[in-house]
């Protein structure tokens, strides 16, 4: 086993709690906190269906605030996302658990997709004409654990170029949304 995944797999974690919209106002403790070194951790699809159900458990709360502002315009519009996809891209570069899958991947290229996805996604003017997600991730043997450790990528890059906790956090909900898709063997993309 990797020695860094309990720790990816806990920053994630830590992302996610920490952006809780379950907590009360003012509550700094982050709920559901788990220890790396806890011997009952769960697996990683426990881990992956509990963040699933505190997003189900926060929808309402995140469609107001993209009602009241559109999430596309509060994470910086194309420029905003464009640095995070260069932060993120630098980051899963230095992560040893998802580096392999990027190996013979043209940067520049993989930069242009996932801007354009992610802004298409979220409302901006941008035009993704590339594969699917699942079509995108069809053969490369991604585990929960492999898509804990992208996660925990995405909460570094995250914080990198400062968005606020709520972006960050239905930013987080809709990668979630999407699990099946990247993981082997893991519903539709199986």
């Given amino acids: 086993m990797n020695s860094r995944k309990p720790i990816l797999v806990a920053c994630l974690l830590a992302s996610l709690t920490a952006l809780g919209c379950c907590r009360s106002e003012g509550t700094t403790d982050a709920p559901n906190s788990m220890s790396v070194e806890s011997a ?25 605030r ?8 509060r ?32 940067r520049q290229w993989l930069t242009r997709n996932l801007v354009d996805f992610i802004g298409a996604g979220m409302g901006g003017s941008e035009v993704y004409e590339g594969r699917s997600v699942l079509e995108s991730h069809a053969g490369m043997g991604v585990t929960p654990e492999v898509f804990l450790s992208a ?24 990668i979630l949304s999407m699990k099946d898709d ?3 063997g893991s519903g539709s993309g199986e």
Avoid: K
Avoid at 88 to 97: C, E, K, S
Avoid at 151 to 174: K, S, T, Y
């Fill in 40 to 64: 009952d951790a769960p697996s990683a699809l426990e881990t992956l269906d509990a963040m699933v159900a505190d997003c189900a458990a926060c929808e309402e709360d995140r469609a107001a």
């Fill in 66 to 73: 993209h009602a009241e502002r559109p999430l596309y315009l």
């Fill in 75 to 106: 994470l910086g519009g194309n420029d905003g996302i464009s640095a995070f996809v260069v932060t993120l891209i630098d980051t899963h570069i230095q992560n040893d658990v998802v580096r392999p899958y990027l190996e013979g991947v043209d």
């Fill in 151 to 174: 996660g925990g990528d995405i909460g570094a890059a995250m914080n990198a170029v400062g968005w606020g906790p709520d972006e960050q956090q239905e930013f987080l909900c809709i």
């Fill in 182 to 184: 990247v993981i082997e």
